[in-house]
């Protein structure tokens, strides 16, 4: 199988390269290379590549400073998936396009299903919605991934934020009413691929790791695993202080409650799913999963 990647320099993208099968014939690009925005920089890069599916891991990610950059936020959420659906119907070419818990407002108290109704919140998931939408509308028979809560033992995220955090203070409040599901951006790529290796699947799907937990609950395990991990100092005290939404306002509104129902990516790949706190531990200490 050839597959062509955008978005290869995200976390997600990163795993993609990391985890793709030595059968299988990877083309990656990075913003550098490939602006999905532009409608004849993606034909072009389609054309010349000949992928049998094209997984779309680029996005403007950035939820706060997305209210106050909403056109390049659009451009890349909602155009360049419109763009790839274009060029992949035309091309015969299968998409999965990777989305967001962000598409739902968060007020219901159980996990969301794949066919829930829409209603972000903010810039972030209006555009993400947009590009969902789009990608149904011209392709019915791309795939959709949700996801939630992505982190990686690198780069910029939760995790290796809050373990610099704690190197460098006594404490720290997080947030405690926020609920959904922490997710190894390896978990995403590894069942993005059982996905495509699944001629006849089609739609939206949701994939996180097992589980639920408040971004309070993510912090306390980060400390306990990164110790275990030797990650931090085994005499290292950081006070943990559980605080609400509002003690922390943000430009953009989260979500209160997004925790995603996986039955359907178990059901069609077969795949299980671990629980959120034995990947981390798995990721903090570098064993393979």
């Not at 992928?51 to 939820?63: L, R, W």
């Not at 947009?130 to 991934?145: F, Q, S, T």
Request: with cysteine; charged share 20%; aromatic share 6%.
């Amino acid at each position: 199988m050839k597959i062509l990647i955008t978005g290869k320099s995200g976390q997600l993208g990163r795993q993609l390269l990391k985890q793709a099968s030595a059968d299988t014939a990877i083309v990656a690009h990075g913003r550098d290379t490939l602006n999905i925005a532009s409608k004849d920089q993606v034909f072009s890069a389609l054309k010349q590549a000949e992928p049998e599916v094209v997984i779309n891991a680029a996005a403007y990610t950035a939820v706060d400073k997305a209210e106050s950059d909403c056109e390049q936020a659009h451009l890349i959420n909602a155009r360049g998936p419109e763009n790839l659906a274009l060029a992949c119907r035309e091309l015969g070419i299968r998409l999965v396009h990777v989305s967001t818990d962000f598409v739902f407002d968060g007020k219901q108290s159980q996990p969301y299903m794949p066919g829930d109704a829409r209603s972000p919140l903010g810039v972030y998931g209006e555009s993400k919605a947009r590009g969902e939408e789009a990608v149904e509308a011209i392709l019915p028979g791309a795939i959709i991934v949700r996801t939630a809560w992505v982190y990686d033992r690198e780069g910029g995220n939760f995790v290796t934020t809050m373990l610099r955090l704690m190197r460098e203070r006594d404490q720290l409040g997080v947030v405690a009413d926020q609920i959904g599901t922490p997710t190894w951006a390896g978990t995403l790529a590894k069942n993005i691929f059982a996905l495509a290796a699944v001629p006849e699947a089609k739609g939206i799907y949701h994939c996180t790791d097992a589980g639920a937990a408040s971004w309070y609950d993510f912090a306390v395990a980060i400390f306990e695993e990164g110790k275990r991990a030797g990650l931090l100092s085994n005499n290292r005290r950081v006070n943990i202080a559980p605080i609400a939404t509002t003690d922390y306002p943000t430009p953009a509104a989260r979500p209160s409650y997004s925790v995603l129902d996986k039955s359907r990516l178990v059901n069609e790949t077969g795949l299980a799913l671990q629980h959120w706190r034995q990947v981390l531990r798995s990721v903090l200490n570098s064993t393979e999963l």
